[in-house]
């Protein structure tokens, strides 16, 4: 574990337990009345929203707590964020990541991944070429050169930015996380070769909204056939010691979830603090 960590997410996952997330939209005030939250992390959501990186750069800004920073003496934000991007997998997309990891965000979900191809792409896609004489390196890098901006957001000198910029956990010092979505049954019948093949995941995150669309059953998440479907994404993530995600969250659900084995818990923000506090308490912070 970094003694010097900036990443709350990955705090909380380093200590065995649960990290709690929201999504949010991409704006000043979901910021600043979401950077003092009880959340380890904030998910900034750029899939199903305006893709706007100059936007995502203000929320940034917005994240910082002078407060916070002279009591903890870290400039890193309290509630650490993260993005999810447009692009689904089978795009093999690279510049959204890049953009947003250029911005400063400490991490990037990656919506219906579904092939090993996929998943390596968006590993490789938040990482920086291989150093020379560094050893070996896979998934390779591939992230485009221009750290300045997320290195003065994170608080660095460039030199420190490329040393911490690297995906967490198959670099114990990286502070990027690299969530990838599993929402259809292509991703499912793929998920054991995916983590089996690509390391450098920092958690799989399930999409049971698009799941159950393709199931048959939208919304319906208590359906047996949903739920067997998810059953299947955890007990695989749990085969392959990968931490696996929910994105719904709720005061009556949160026991079983963390029961089950989730330990990325997703909650709507804001008016439902109340979510995380109990999950917290249940889980002894």
Known sequence: ????????????????????????KLDKQTAIEMSDSPYDGLVFEMEHNPYDVAALGDALQYMLSRKQIAESASVAPKVTPIARIPANGVEMNQSFAKQVLDRGAYGVIWPHV?????????????RYARPKNAPLYEPKGVRGDGPANAARYWGLSMADYYKKADVWPLVPEGEILVGLMCESTQAIENLDDILANVPGIGFILIGEGDLSQELGFPRQYEHPEVIDAMRQIVETCKKHNVIVGHPHVTAKNHRRLSEEGYRFLMSAPQRTYGVVGLARDMAGY
């Open 1 to 24: 574990m970094s003694t010097n960590r900036l990443n709350s997410i990955i705090r909380a996952f380093e200590s065995g337990k649960a990290a709690h997330a929201a999504f949010a």
């Open 114 to 126: 579904a092939t090993v191809e996929q998943a390596y792409n968006a590993v490789a896609s938040c």
